[in-house]
């Protein structure tokens, strides 16, 4: 470089006509001479080098000033041990302070305090993995003023090697605003269809229900005209009686779909399920659309109630050839097991399922019907919802609710070739078990407190060849036990009661005698009238209303479960 500089002067002083005046001087005059213009001429260049590097420095600090003092988000150098190093005019304005009291000052200084927290965790996690960390928090203006920040972080070294990191903050105030008030626009539409759902739903068994009422007042006011005038009412009482039957069948339905089900739960083999209702819903789908199974060989043992997910199967399948219409098409069925990561994360219903387990039996249902439109997937489950005609709908519904009953999850989606794809995942357990013989008979202590209940449930308790004795409530209830202990193989207790409820009431029999046969009746659904701790648990649960198979069944069951 010096070498350079010095043939450069040399060159400018050959030029100088004070070089040829000079050749009349002596030698040594003449080599000093030279010697003071080429550092005198190295001098000038030297400060006109110095002068240029000075505007591209100071043109350089302007760059800097206005990419990194100006810049859009503000900038902080953070220590290892969380104090600020540096910081721009940005992150300055941000936080509402200056450079003297922001400087050496803790980073956490500036964060809200119940923020705080996730500030630490990725810090840490920045200097553990070396890997950049972006995070949102609330953060503190020098005067206390709140708000929200996107911080993207990455770790960096100074020049003597010591470890820290750059921050860029980024006020995102107007962000959150917007995310608040799209969540408020997402919450009012979805409670809009909440609505909807709900009055559709009132309307559907309004119009159920008056229909089913029509037909049970109409024959019981024509059956008390013929027993006015002597003739039989069996016939006007047997229609009461279906009609009846049809608006329980549907109070039935929607506790399903709420996922209030009270049948007994055994393990069963889907597979033989699928194989034992096949042949009874053939005859139902249509000629033109063909039914293909592929159920495994091997037991896919499911904890489930049979007549429940039979129902699911069934639905399912009316659903699937609904679909279909009146085209030619075709019907899948198959099981298989899967893992729970195979579950498709969506969509899927209901939406607040949480996995217990980690091996699921997979029901699927597939049709090459019309679909499901995209914005009907979150309607096709509730009540009532349809596309064909004011009133029907409720297959969907119970599907659900069962399944929300089971710990299950059903998922929906387009098929390969058209159509839609149905799949229920129950959790699978060990074996299939055999259900339990039932063996009737013997003495019943009835407990119920509202007087035409236990009247009528008397007169269907007798019909099937027990001996009934009453109590009206709870208290009433020990009294008569204390008296006939050995006499009374079983007890039918309700559960709401004056004085003594049914929980209270069983404590006190097993008390007295722990080995005696014991049913809870409520019209509560079973999830609802356990809930709570409780010191003595009933055999078996009996939901209102019920009818006399029912009631055989459930004593037979009850008193061989103790025996």
């Given at each position: 470089?010096?070498?350079?500089?010095?043939?450069?002067?040399?060159?400018?002083?050959?030029?100088?006509?004070?070089?040829?005046?000079?050749?009349?001087?002596?030698?040594?005059?003449?080599?000093?001479?030279?010697?003071?213009?080429?550092?005198?001429?190295?001098?000038?260049?030297?400060?006109?080098?110095?002068r240029?590097?000075?505007?591209?420095?100071?043109?350089?600090?302007?760059?800097?000033?206005?990419?990194?003092?100006?810049?859009?988000?503000?900038?902080?150098?953070?220590?290892?041990?969380?104090?600020?190093?540096?910081?721009?005019?940005?992150?300055?304005?941000?936080?509402?302070?200056?450079?003297?009291?922001?400087?050496?000052?803790?980073?956490?200084?500036?964060?809200?305090?119940?923020?705080?927290?996730?500030?630490?965790?990725?810090?840490?996690?920045?200097?553990?993995?070396?890997?950049?960390?972006?995070?949102?928090?609330?953060?503190?203006?020098?005067?206390?003023?709140?708000?929200?920040?996107?911080?993207?972080?990455?770790?960096?070294?100074?020049?003597?090697?010591?470890?820290?990191?750059?921050?860029?903050?980024?006020?995102?105030?107007?962000?959150?605003?917007?995310?608040?008030?799209?969540?408020?626009?997402?919450?009012?539409?979805?409670q809009?269809?909440?609505?909807?759902?709900?009055?559709?739903?009132?309307g559907?068994?309004?119009?159920?229900?008056?229909?089913?009422?029509?037909?049970?007042?109409?024959?019981?006011?024509?059956?008390?005209?013929?027993?006015?005038?002597?003739?039989?009412?069996?016939?006007?009482?047997?229609?009461?009686?279906?009609?009846?039957?049809?608006?329980?069948?549907?109070?039935?339905?929607?506790?399903?779909?709420?996922?209030?089900t009270?049948?007994?739960?055994?393990?069963?083999?889907?597979?033989?399920?699928?194989?034992?209702?096949?042949?009874?819903?053939?005859?139902?789908?249509?000629?033109?659309?063909?039914?293909?199974?592929?159920?495994?060989?091997?037991?896919?043992?499911?904890?489930?109630?049979?007549t429940?997910?039979?129902?699911?199967?069934?639905?399912?399948?009316?659903?699937?050839?609904?679909?279909?219409?009146?085209?030619?098409?075709?019907?899948?069925?198959?099981?298989?097991?899967?893992?729970?990561?195979?579950?498709?994360?969506?969509?899927?219903?209901?939406?607040?399922?949480?996995?217990?387990e980690q091996?699921?039996?997979?029901?699927?249902?597939?049709?090459?019907?019309?679909?499901?439109?995209?914005?009907?997937?979150?309607?096709?489950?509730?009540?009532?919802?349809s596309?064909?005609?004011?009133?029907?709908?409720?297959?969907?519904?119970?599907?659900?609710g069962?399944?929300?009953?089971?710990?299950?999850?059903?998922?929906?989606?387009?098929?390969?070739?058209?159509?839609?794809?149905f799949?229920?995942?129950?959790?699978?357990?060990?074996?299939?078990?055999?259900?339990?013989?039932?063996?009737?008979?013997?003495?019943?202590?009835?407990?119920?407190?509202?007087?035409?209940?236990?009247?009528?449930?008397?007169?269907?308790?007798?019909?099937?060849?027990f001996?009934?004795?009453?109590?009206?409530?709870?208290?009433?209830?020990?009294?008569?036990?204390?008296?006939?202990?050995?006499?009374?193989?079983?007890?039918?207790?309700?559960?709401?009661?004056?004085?003594?409820?049914?929980?209270?009431?069983?404590?006190?029999?097993?008390?007295?005698?722990?080995?005696?046969?014991?049913?809870?009746?409520?019209?509560?659904?079973?999830?609802?009238?356990?809930?709570?701790?409780h010191?003595?648990?009933?055999?078996?649960?009996?939901?209102?209303?019920?009818?006399?198979?029912?009631?055989?069944?459930?004593?037979?069951?009850?008193?061989?479960?103790?025996?």
């Amino acid at each position: 470089m010096k070498n350079e500089l010095r043939r450069r002067a040399e060159e400018k002083i050959a030029q100088s006509p004070l070089e040829k005046m000079e050749l009349s001087l002596p030698e040594e005059t003449q080599r000093v001479l030279h010697e003071l213009r080429v550092h005198q001429i190295e001098l000038e260049m030297q400060n006109e080098e110095l002068r240029a590097s000075q505007s591209e420095l100071d043109a350089a600090k302007t760059r800097y000033f206005d990419l990194y003092d100006l810049a859009p988000v503000g900038y902080c150098t953070i220590s290892e041990e969380g104090l600020i190093l540096e910081a721009n005019l940005t992150a300055l304005t941000l936080l509402g302070t200056t450079r003297g009291l922001l400087v050496n000052r803790p980073f956490s200084n500036f964060i809200l305090k119940e923020d705080q927290d996730i500030y630490y965790l990725y810090r840490k996690q920045l200097f553990q993995s070396d890997e950049p960390q972006s995070f949102d928090l609330r953060m503190l203006k020098k005067d206390g003023t709140m708000f929200w920040a996107r911080m993207e972080a990455a770790a960096a070294m100074d020049t003597s090697g010591a470890t820290m990191c750059h921050v860029a903050i980024s006020d995102i105030a107007g962000r959150k605003r917007m995310e608040a008030e799209k969540a408020k626009l997402e919450e009012q539409n979805r409670q809009l269809q909440k609505a909807e759902s709900l009055g559709r739903m009132a309307g559907a068994i309004a119009h159920n229900f008056n229909n089913q009422l029509q037909t049970v007042m109409g024959n019981l006011e024509m059956s008390i005209g013929d027993l006015a005038v002597g003739q039989n009412p069996t016939g006007s009482l047997n229609e009461a009686m279906q009609a009846a039957r049809k608006v329980v069948e549907v109070s039935k339905m929607m506790l399903a779909y709420l996922g209030q089900t009270s049948g007994k739960r055994t393990s069963l083999d889907l597979a033989e399920l699928c194989r034992t209702i096949l042949p009874i819903l053939q005859p139902t789908i249509p000629p033109d659309i063909i039914l293909k199974t592929n159920l495994p060989s091997t037991c896919l043992a499911i904890d489930a109630n049979t007549t429940e997910a039979q129902q699911v199967l069934t639905n399912l399948l009316i659903n699937a050839r609904e679909a279909i219409g009146d085209n030619a098409g075709t019907i899948s069925l198959s099981l298989k097991t899967l893992s729970l990561a195979d579950i498709p994360a969506s969509p899927r219903f209901p939406l607040e399922w949480r996995s217990r387990e980690q091996h699921y039996a997979c029901l699927e249902v597939a049709d090459s019907g019309c679909g499901i439109p995209e914005k009907n997937i979150e309607k096709i489950f509730d009540p009532f919802f349809s596309t064909k005609l004011t009133g029907r709908g409720l297959g969907l519904s119970v599907v659900l609710g069962i399944v929300k009953a089971h710990d299950a999850v059903i998922t929906v989606e387009a098929g390969t070739n058209g159509g839609s794809v149905f799949r229920v995942f129950f959790p699978m357990s060990d074996r299939p078990d055999r259900p339990d013989k039932l063996v009737p008979g013997g003495t019943v202590l009835l407990v119920e407190d509202e007087e035409a209940v236990r009247k009528v449930t008397a007169l269907m308790t007798s019909s099937l060849g027990f001996t009934v004795i009453q109590a009206c409530d709870g208290v009433g209830a020990v009294e008569i036990f204390r008296q006939h202990k050995d006499k009374i193989s079983c007890m039918i207790c309700d559960l709401t009661m004056p004085r003594m409820n049914g929980w209270d009431t069983i404590a006190a029999i097993r008390a007295i005698r722990h080995d005696l046969p014991i049913i809870l009746a409520s019209g509560y659904d079973e999830s609802s009238a356990r809930a709570g701790v409780h010191s003595e648990l009933p055999d078996f649960f009996l939901n209102k209303p019920y009818e006399l198979d029912k009631l055989r069944e459930v004593i037979g069951y009850a008193m061989a479960r103790r025996k």
